[in-house]
């Protein structure tokens, strides 16, 4: 275990890299109209700048798992982030759209090792409440490149569709900072040599080792699908609140990108209280409250008719967004194999970008039938569901 003061190097680096994966496909938000124009392709081709690099992180988590369980965090961690920088800063330089949608694929990849390296650094740098505090951290960093970045991509935007493209290039100096601060963490390098090259401590890492440690383990399930349907709710805000807000008269691009800013800052500030929280209440009353805020906030869109009415709905929600995602991550560090703490909390990116992907899908019909409040109705049956599960289980145990 690096000592402490190693520790506290590494850990702006960790946050400061954590915002690169929202930022990933947050930042170009406000430009599609600029980048389908500046390529002159349908909307749905300019969409897929936005889209592919999270089907690449879906596909690339699970390698990107095995990886650092093989190796150890930090190589991969290091070279993620420069091909993040190589695959985002791309679009500086590439004018057509085939060649713009390998680097997106390539910017997905970079993401995928980014997003798991810095997981398993900080639960391999952290103990205690110093990891729930690191997780926390990471959360209100995702929180606030949720609210920061839409709004950089925008401002740059302005200017050319092709200038956002340069903030991925921040990816390179924090990899340099990272050769230097990060330290090894000794994941991987077991001496196996006394047992013939085989450590019968490890777990099997195939389907069936999978499907045992499941068996074993259904808390940890239970994880991934409150991650999965955490990142569904939370894109049924992104894609269709803006109608929403629509219809009470807010259609500028800008006011709207200030409500989304809203829902991250608020799940920031309660990201950044989170170790505090959970040594009071534990992680259980938290995600339990957490579900009880998403529940009002949809509950509260449903009913908005007023542009001061459609802010509350919006910051209930960050601020259970906020509780959930630290508790996953910590939750997944205490219930997956040691050896397979990688493998385990990629599926967490995975579940998570299905989610987002998946959003859309789930809630879009919807629309036609009921309206747009009538999502939102859906999703506070969803959220209250899961807080009357929750719940249940919770008194079922004691």
């Not at 650094?121 to 960093?141: F, H, K, N, V």
């Not at 049924?236 to 800052?265: C, D, K, R």
């Not at 998403?294 to 709905?313: E, H, I, N, R, Y």
């Not at 910590?330 to 219930?335: I, M, R």
Request: glycine content about 14%; charged content about 10%.
């Amino acid at each position: 275990m690096p000592t402490p003061e190693a520790t506290k190097r590494t850990l702006w680096v960790i946050v400061a890299s954590a915002t690169l994966t929202v930022m990933a496909g947050a930042i170009l938000g406000p430009v599609v109209p600029g980048i389908q124009a500046g390529l002159g392709v349908s909307e749905s081709l300019a969409g897929l700048i936005i889209t592919t690099h999270g089907l690449f992180i879906v596909l690339t988590s699970p390698l990107a798992g095995a990886i650092i369980d093989r190796f150890g965090p930090r190589r991969p961690f290091v070279g993620g982030l420069l091909v993040y920088a190589v695959g985002g800063g791309a679009g500086l330089v590439v004018e057509t759209f085939a060649p713009l949608l390998v680097s997106r694929a390539v910017l997905g990849i970079g993401t995928a090792f980014v997003y798991t390296g810095v997981t398993v650094l900080i639960y391999d740098l952290y103990e205690g409440q110093r990891m729930d505090r690191a997780l926390g951290l990471r959360s209100s960093a995702n929180s606030a490149g949720a609210a920061v970045w839409p709004l950089v991509g925008g401002a740059l935007g302005t200017l050319s569709w092709q200038f956002p493209f340069a903030v991925y290039l921040i990816a390179l100096p924090l990899g340099l900072l990272a050769v230097v601060t990060v330290p090894e963490t000794g994941r991987g390098s077991t001496n196996t040599a006394a047992n013939g090259g085989a450590d019968p401590s490890r777990t099997d890492g195939g389907l069936a080792g999978v499907v045992s440690v499941f068996r074993r383990r259904p808390a940890l399930l239970a994880v991934y699908l409150l991650y999965f349907g955490a990142n569904t709710l939370l894109y049924s805000i992104v894609v269709f609140y803006p109608q929403l807000l629509e219809g009470v008269g807010i259609t500028s691009s800008f006011s709207i990108s200030l409500y989304l800013a809203a829902n991250g800052a608020a799940g920031g500030l309660s990201a950044v209280a989170y170790d505090r929280l959970k040594r009071r209440v534990g992680a259980h009353a938290l995600v339990l409250a957490a579900l009880g805020l998403w529940s009002l906030a949809f509950a509260l869109a449903v009913v908005a008719d007023s542009a001061l009415l459609a802010v509350p709905p919006v910051v209930c929600f960050g601020l259970g967004l906020g509780l959930v995602f630290p508790s996953s991550f910590a939750w997944v560090e205490s219930l997956a194999p040691a050896d397979r703490q990688g493998q385990y909390s990629s599926y967490v990116a995975s579940f998570g970008y299905i989610g987002q992907f998946l959003s859309p899908v789930l809630f879009g019909p919807l629309v036609p039938l009921v309206g747009v409040r009538g999502v939102f109705g859906a999703a506070a049956a969803v959220a209250v569901t899961g807080a009357l599960s929750l719940g249940g289980t919770l008194l079922w145990r004691r």
